[in-house]
């Protein structure tokens, strides 16, 4: 599964998470992410995109999940009382 984020959106989470949590300043976050961060996920994330089997478009990842494990639990519901009214 491949969930698609701008990259502003990930920039953002990043610099409230490493200000806040981390206690880093907001010049060693942006230095972090312009020479490690935003090349490596140029390098080894965003081609890995094209091996999904699914892509959870910007924006809509909650309902996206949502949906996903409400028709997984059908899958596993429907797998278990098969089994059951079969023996």
Known sequence: ??????????????????????GRDLDGVLKQYANFVKPAYD?????????????????????VIYSFFVCLFYVVLSIHWLAIIGE
């Open 1 to 22: 599964m491949f969930v698609d984020t701008d990259s502003d959106i990930r920039l953002a989470r990043r610099l409230k998470r490493d200000i806040s949590e981390r």
């Open 43 to 63: 390098h080894h994330i965003e081609p890995s995109r094209s091996y999904a089997d699914v892509i959870v478009p910007r924006g809509l990842f909650k309902a």
